[in-house]
């Protein structure tokens, strides 16, 4: 049985092709966030958060051969959690590594290390900032929006943990869009224009996520990018295909 931690759109889509090539799945995700998982006797689907330890307890108490790590390309601690469970359990992970987008034809982002340095970036290049980077680092944003007298508006999932999130954060409602993509261009464009946004502040998630629409967006409006980049990858078992991972998952057979 294949261990999948998934929630990335494409969850599904490796869900399906493992299946296909006649391996049971297990199916792990966060939340339940649609994700056109597959269904059939030989998928299986569990939800809720899991740690180190969690995921340790899971790998002993499964029949998991090995694990493929599809969280999201900045979901850190998932990463490293998933990595060193299945070291201790004695099997395989693989990172499933989504492509970066190619920056060459865009010009004058800024590049951020950390979100406290994508933070101060945006704070210091205009007034109303569109933050879309998810809910879980929204603190130094909403600090540095404070200190430097900045609009601050973060477009989240329209899920109640990502909203109780901004609300402990200190986002008031208004400065909250709740919305689930996919964005196009047009959509992007939009809400720069109804908010009067003259930075946008974005992560790499890829085609993917959205990134060349929000960019393409952004350019088109006049808006600054301040782009957070990736993490690096602990994970030396790294797949960028689905046959790339089909040939890994052969290799330990």
């Known amino acids: 049985?294949?261990?999948?931690?998934?929630?990335?759109?494409?969850?599904?889509?490796?869900?399906?092709?493992?299946?296909?090539n006649g391996h049971r799945v297990l199916v792990s995700t966060a939340t339940e966030t649609p994700l056109n998982i597959p269904t059939g006797p030989c998928i299986s689907h569990r939800t809720g958060r899991l740690d180190e330890e969690g995921l340790f307890h899971l790998l002993?108490?499964?029949?998991?051969?090995s694990v493929v790590d599809a969280t999201h390309p900045y979901a850190e601690q998932a990463h490293r959690a998933a990595y060193t469970a299945a070291a201790r359990a004695g099997i395989r992970c693989f990172r499933w590594v989504r492509p970066a987008t190619d920056l060459t034809s865009y010009s004058g982002i800024l590049h951020a290390s950390s979100h406290q340095e994508a933070a101060r970036l945006a704070a210091a290049a205009g007034d109303t900032i569109l933050l879309t980077v998810g809910s879980k680092n929204l603190a130094p944003y909403v600090s540095e929006a404070a200190r430097?007298?900045?609009r601050l508006i973060a477009r989240v999932l329209p899920e109640p943990p990502s909203l109780e999130v901004c609300h402990l954060a200190g986002l008031p409602e208004e400065s909250v869009v709740a919305a689930r993509g996919p964005f196009s261009v047009e959509d992007?464009?939009?809400?720069?224009?109804?908010?009067?946004?003259?930075?946008?502040?974005?992560?790499?998630?890829g085609e993917a996520g959205g990134l060349p629409a929000k960019l393409i967006a952004a350019k088109q409006e006049g808006c600054q990018v301040v782009l957070v980049t990736r993490p690096l990858e602990i994970n030396s078992n790294q797949v960028r295909t689905v046959e790339e991972l089909l040939q890994a998952l052969q290799s330990c057979q």
């Open 148 to 150: 430097r007298g900045r």
């Open 1 to 20: 049985m294949i261990l999948l931690l998934g929630g990335t759109s494409e969850t599904g889509m490796i869900a399906d092709a493992l299946l296909r």
């Open 60 to 65: 002993q108490e499964t029949a998991v051969t």
């Open 188 to 205: 992007n464009r939009a809400i720069l224009r109804r908010l009067g946004a003259d930075v946008l502040v974005t992560k790499d998630g």
